[in-house]
T-cell receptor, first 112, second 113 residues
Framework: SQKIEQNSEALNIQEGKTATLTCNYT??????LQWYRQDPGRGPVFLLL?????KEKRKERLKVTFDTTLKQSLFHITASQPADSATYLC???????????FGSGTRLQVQP | NAGVTQTPKFQVLKTGQSMTLQCAQD?????MSWYRQDPGMGLRLIHY???????DQGEVPNGYNVSRSTTEDFPLRLLSAAPSQTSVYFC????????????FGPGTRLTVT
């Protein structure tokens, strides 16, 4: 069956360090992979999109990599700040369907 | 430009009652979808629509109906509420073919007793 896995344990890091979050998937042929941020009590907010033929995408302090051989995406936040504390969700758009499937998210806590 | 709006913000229903969760977007997006979010389970797709008059089922469609008579609106109907439908419901929209970023509404927190 199709599965998207994100580390369910919270990630705690010190301010200024780089946070790295992992998204693994099985039984997908993704056309796109997206990352979202979600704050408590709010809807997810789009951060980055990477296509199947792209290896890496950057936006300010954010970087996403996409390895379709390993079936994995890594999401990096450099020079992390307490304001980056949130839950981060990865999502896949399968080539066979027009539906976006989400992982369960990883909570990031950046300590000042 | 309000983006994606959802009403109500909170709702309590008794088992067996029906209701409609409203969703509207003013960005002229073709693609709209409904998700439910439960603790530890992430967002699960209920139904989606790629344009007016076209809807399709997602991962967890049972107990829910949708229709898309206009580009702007995509209501979600609970036919006979059950405690298992207690959840936070999010509506989202995106541009052509749903392949790009999705814009989410603020959510509706539903409790079924």
């Amino acid at each position: 069956s199709q599965k998207i896995e994100q580390n369910s344990e919270a990630l705690n890091i010190q301010e200024g360090k780089t946070a790295t979050l992992t998204c693994n998937y099985t039984n997908y042929s993704p056309a796109y992979l997206q990352w979202y941020r979600q704050d408590p009590g709010r809807g997810p907010v789009f951060l980055l999109l990477i296509r199947e033929n792209e290896k890496e995408k950057r936006k300010e302090r954010l970087k996403v990599t996409f390895d379709t051989t390993l079936k994995q995406s890594l999401f990096h936040i450099t020079a992390s700040q307490p304001a980056d504390s949130a839950t981060y969700l990865c999502a896949l758009m399968d080539t066979g369907r027009r539906a976006l499937t989400f992982g369960s998210g990883t909570r990031l806590q950046v300590q000042p | 430009n309000a983006g994606v709006t959802q009403t109500p913000k909170f709702q309590v229903l008794k088992t067996g009652q029906s209701m409609t969760l409203q969703c509207a977007q003013d960005m002229n997006h073709e693609y709209m979808s409904w998700y439910r979010q439960d603790p530890g389970m992430g967002l699960r797709l209920i139904h989606y629509s790629v344009g007016a008059g076209i809807t399709d089922q997602g991962e967890v469609p049972n107990g829910y109906n949708v229709s898309r008579s206009t580009t702007e609106d995509f209501p979600l109907r609970l036919l006979s509420a059950a405690p298992s439908q207690t959840s936070v419901y999010f509506c989202a929209s995106s541009g052509p073919r749903g392949g790009r970023e999705q814009y989410f509404g603020p959510g509706t927190r539903l409790t079924v007793t």
